[in-house]
């Protein structure tokens, strides 16, 4: 079973589906594994080293791909390459569905099986396949990172011979993975840190990390899967007016809030900007998904009044030599999943693997 | 007794001399304050805040210069600004008369008393006034963010479903107060830190921020007051051989190296960087004063075969907030102690005072 990853094509992308390490995995499970030259350098990790662990580096794309019985991407894979595969090869990437119809369209006219990282259900046991989380807890980071970076503050306390310097205060929107590994990246760095999330189940995580949770005194929220539910209109309107006030009052603020397949939640509007001091940053997690601040443009960081709002794109890229490390185990690990005897035989009736499947035998499985 | 401040007009300088707080302080000591409309904007300092605690605001600079007893600047004040005062009056600001020169001697013809904040010693009733650490604090703090943020690596250990993630390993060469706030800071974002310095005595503070000390077993280096003194060629050869080889092991490398008045001490060879895995990035500091590291281009980012290597310039006025306020009251410590009865009266048998007049009664003082 000839396992194969080509370079990633997308603007921006630095990550790559595998590293030596898996390839020894994926070795030892019995698959040959095979690699673009070049697709690891953006993430730091050479031909080299790949070869050295058992892949074949192969210079031609097109010849990689006619070849691959399985591909494993981080992006969901040009239409041009799907074009590539042969009929019955196997996918596994991000897909995002919801977003990229023209792949999933040309991945079912090619009887491709394929399958999304997006979609892996939150179980315990899939747990170690569950990229979501992984490159989340990444961006989580980054943002912290980049507020601190932007800032015109430190963030720590410092007791100087020429008097006191006050801690930043930081306020985080939406306390699931990412949220949570932005307070715990903050309290690192010394800032203040209160959180606010719909679901009041999160308000344990946020306290357990030293951070003050914001009690709306409203119900909470928490929809199935243990993500955020889509919220109704009268419940955003009473939101809005709380956060806006501790948004006023903030010096930072990382924004979070996401629905899978969804447009991001308007938590920060454009009066709330308007209101903070001069010298505060806003940066905003969901730019890609519309933002959370209503003023978010996706890919930039512009100036409101003296308000700074970054709206990182692909954030967890932004470290690639970890996030690649994570989504490598994350991807070798659903695969394992789906072999047995050495050869790919998924268990259809695991929910595992029918939850993330997109394309099968010339179908599109999701809605 | 008027005391002004004029917008600093020097390229990338945000800091300001003046901060609502110190405006008071100076009232209160029976001086008045103008300031120059807009001067503290960059620090996110308003005219209003300002005005609010005492402070003329003047629109016009020539007439505010013309009007002043004394100066207060981040800068040395540019040739044309000296022309304006009238003579007689003092400045305070960071002069560093070994760079300056024409400043200095446009102050001493126009019989201009000035004072560099670089020159006050190291004495401990001395640090209220020491504007050269609390700004080197500052740099330490963000030099650390900037290889943070600029790295391919998270910092922090990571325990994941998806497997776990190894700290960076980051080297600090020269501890002395950017040295050990970058150390503090490194720490905090949960980096494996050892670090370097020709003063032997540094080896307690550095071990106190739960750092590594590298000891070379070669001799203490300490100079005249606390700051490292300048190397035999032999002493550098064999440091060089030992600092390489550590250099080489590191993800991250902040180099804080300087000897005040002199060209930076080389730490950091071209063969060195060439030694380190690609992806690692190094931090000079000492950018502006030619760099620790070989191949630094003060005020650039550059790569070198994967490893990035940043030479920030002014680093303290990246958090122009922080380090407005510090040096505003380092500064207006410095005029308090020049100031008996309401009226400028110099101590000059006074070690601080003398220590840090460049020019007086048309003199340069400092050789």
Redesign the interface.
């Known amino acids: 079973m000839r396992v194969v990853v080509a370079q990633e094509t997308a603007d921006g992308e630095?990550r790559v589906a595998v590293v030596p390490e898996t390839v020894a995995t994926l070795t030892a499970a019995g698959c040959s594994v095979a690699v673009q030259a070049g697709a690891g350098l953006s993430?730091?990790v050479?031909d080299d080293e790949l070869a050295a662990r058992g892949a074949d580096i192969v210079f031609e794309r097109s010849q990689l791909l006619r070849s691959a019985d399985v591909v494993l991407a981080v992006q969901p894979l040009p239409v041009g390459d799907v074009a590539q595969l042969a009929a019955g090869a196997t996918t596994l990437s991000f897909l995002q569905p919801w977003v990229h119809g023209d792949t999933v369209r040309a991945l079912a006219a090619r009887s491709v099986t394929s399958f999304s990282l997006d979609l892996v259900p939150r179980l315990s046991r899939a747990?170690?396949m569950?990229?979501l989380?992984?490159q989340a807890?990444?961006a989580g980071?980054r943002a912290v990172?980049?507020a601190?970076?932007t800032?015109?503050?430190?963030f720590?306390l410092?007791m100087?011979?020429?008097?006191t310097?006050a801690p930043v205060k930081l306020l985080v929107l939406g306390a699931g993975v990412a949220g949570l590994q932005a307070i715990a990246?903050a309290r690192?760095?010394?800032a203040v840190v209160s959180a606010y999330d719909v679901r009041a189940a999160s308000a344990d995580e946020v306290r357990s990390l030293g951070a003050t949770f914001l009690d709306l005194g409203l119900d909470s929220q928490e929809g199935a899967g243990g993500y955020a539910r889509v919220q109704s209109e009268d419940f955003l309107a009473r939101q809005r007016d709380v956060i806006g006030e501790h948004v006023a009052r903030s010096d930072i603020v990382v924004t979070t809030a996401a629905v899978p397949g969804r447009p991001a939640p308007r938590l920060v509007s454009a009066d709330m900007v308007h209101a903070m001091?001069?010298?505060s940053v806003i940066v905003d997690l969901a730019a890609e998904g519309g933002g959370n601040c209503e003023l978010t443009r996706a890919g930039e960081s512009i100036d409101v009044g003296?308000v700074t709002i970054v709206g990182p794109r692909n954030a967890a890229s932004?470290?690639?030599?970890?996030a690649s490390?994570?989504?490598a185990?994350?991807v070798a690990?659903l695969l394992l999943l789906l072999i047995r005897d050495g050869r790919l035989d998924p268990d259809w009736d695991d929910e595992v693997v029918a939850d993330c499947c997109v394309t099968r035998s010339g179908e599109v499985m999701q809605p």
């Open positions: 630095r993430a730091h050479t747990q170690p569950d990229a989380s992984s807890l990444i980071y990172l980049l601190a970076a800032a015109p503050r430190m720590p410092f100087t011979a020429a008097g310097v990246t690192r760095l010394g001091r001069a010298g003296g932004a470290y690639p030599v970890h490390a994570l989504y185990r994350n690990n």
